[in-house]
Nanobody
Framework: QVQLVESGGGLVQAGGSLRLSCLAS????????TGWFRQPPGKEREFVGG????????YYADAGKGRFTISRDNARNTVYLQMNSLKPEDTAVYYC?????????????????WGRGTQVTVSS
């Protein structure tokens, strides 16, 4: 059973930056995808972006393109979400998720393991 733990959330002013981390308890899925999602208050969970462990291929939702960067550190079993130029509408609980197999997916239901999330609040 893979466990995922997010960290790095907090309160930041608009225009600021945060780096979220997702630590996996094990890295046994060579080539599998890890995704970042977020859930704004009162809204459904939405895809932010994802990365393939093997090769580091990334894919982003439109909301984060040009502002968010996903990277991974294989030695540390950690995936990062670097968020720059943050906006109040980026306020949400951010989750990382992992698939046992398959490519990056924008669908919540495609992922097998989820972290508990970390709160990001962007003030105006």
């Amino acid at each position: 059973q893979v466990q995922l733990v997010e960290s790095g959330g907090g309160l930041v002013q608009a225009g600021g930056s945060l780096r979220l981390s997702c630590l996996a308890s094990e890295r046994t899925f060579s080539g599998e995808a890890t995704g970042w999602f977020r859930q704004p208050p009162g809204k459904e969970r939405e895809f932010v972006g994802g990365i393939i462990w093997s090769g580091g291929y990334t894919y982003y939702a439109d909301a984060g393109k040009g502002r968010f960067t996903i990277s991974r550190d294989n030695a540390r079993n950690t995936v990062y979400l670097q968020m720059n130029s943050l906006k109040p509408e980026d306020t949400a609980v951010y989750y990382c998720a992992a698939r046992r197999r398959g490519a990056i997916s924008v669908s919540v239901t495609a992922y097998d393991y989820w972290g508990r999330g970390t709160q990001v609040t962007v003030s105006s």
